[in-house]
C-alpha cells in the first residue's frame, strides 16, 4: 500500500517569499491534517480536512497560511508571506475517518528553511 | 483538552526492556491512549493504542490502570533502531465532529550498544 506522498522535500526562501506544498493522501482516506514541527518539538496540527471541507483550522496562522484540498484528495498547504519564524518542518497526514482510534499515516514532511 | 506528561528523555541499552510512562490526569471516558514513534527526518508512526488494561502487538505493550490517568508503553529488548523520540496521544472529541489530536514534545530514547 502506498504511503502519504509529500512534496517537495526541502525547500528554502527568503523572508517575504511564498510557498506551497503538495499532499497526497493514501488512497480512501477521508480526513487529511497538515501539522507544523519546529525542531525540538512535538507536531502541532495547523488543519484538518473531512473530504474536501475544513474541520479544524483554529491553529492556522490565516493571515499567511491557506489550504485546500480540492475533489477530497490531493492537499496543498500555502504560505505567503513567509516569516523566519514559519521554519519547520511540514507534515501531512491521513487517516480513514476523524475518530480518534483510527490511526494516521504521516509523509515524510517538507523541511522548509525561512533565510 | 486532555493534557499529557512524559519524560524528556531516557537512556537504555541494547537488549533491555524500556518502560516509558505518560501521565494523563484529566483523560475523558471516551478517550484512547495512543502511542507514536518517530525517526529522524521522518513523519511520526503508529506504535500501538489502547482503552483500559493492557494491549500487546508485535511492537510494543501498553498498560494502562483502571483509574487509566497514566500508561505505559514497554518496549521489549531494545535495540539501537528504537532509538526515536516517542508521543503519548490522549484523544478529545470535540462535538463529535472534531479531534484535536494533541502531540506533546514527547521522549527522546536513546539506545546505547
Known amino acids: 500500500e502506498a504511503g502519504v506522498a509529500q512534496s517537495p522535500r526541502y525547500k528554502i526562501i527568503e523572508k517575504r517569499q511564498s510557498v506551497a506544498f503538495w499532499c497526497n493522501p493514501i488512497s480512501g482516506h477521508a480526513t487529511l491534517y497538515w501539522y507544523q514541527q519546529i525542531l525540538g518539538q512535538g507536531p502541532k496540527l495547523l488543519i484538518q480536512f473531512q473530504n474536501n471541507g475544513v474541520v479544524d483550522d483554529s491553529q492556522l496562522p490565516k493571515d499567511r497560511f491557506s489550504a485546500e484540498r480540492l475533489k477530497g484528495v490531493d492537499s496543498t498547504l500555502k504560505i505567503q508571506p513567509a516569516k523566519l519564524e514559519d521554519s519547520a518542518v511540514y507534515l501531512c497526514?491521513?487517516?480513514?475517518?476523524?475518530?480518534?482510534?483510527?490511526?494516521?499515516?504521516f509523509g515524510s514532511g517538507t523541511q522548509l528553511s525561512v533565510l | 483538552l486532555a493534557k499529557t506528561t512524559q519524560p524528556i528523555s531516557m537512556d537504555s541499552y541494547e537488549g533491555q526492556e524500556v518502560n516509558i510512562t505518560c501521565s494523563h490526569n484529566?483523560?475523558?471516558?471516551?478517550?484512547?491512549i495512543t502511542w507514536y514513534q518517530q525517526f529522524p527526518s521522518q513523519g511520526p508512526r503508529f506504535i500501538i493504542q489502547?482503552?483500559?488494561t493492557k494491549v500487546t502487538n508485535e511492537v510494543a505493550s501498553l498498560f494502562i490502570p483502571a483509574d487509566r490517568k497514566s500508561s505505559t508503553l514497554s518496549l521489549p529488548r531494545v535495540s539501537l533502531s528504537d532509538t526515536a523520540v516517542y508521543y503519548c496521544?490522549?484523544?478529545?472529541?470535540?462535538?463529535?465532529?472534531?479531534?484535536?489530536?494533541?502531540f506533546g514534545s514527547g521522549t527522546q530514547l536513546t539506545v546505547l550498544p
Open positions: 496521544l490522549v484523544g478529545d472529541i470535540d462535538g463529535g465532529s472534531a479531534r484535536q489530536l494533541t
Open positions: 489502547g482503552y483500559k
Open positions: 484529566n483523560i475523558a471516558t471516551n478517550d484512547y
Open positions: 497526514a491521513s487517516s480513514l475517518g476523524q475518530l480518534f482510534n483510527e490511526k494516521l499515516f
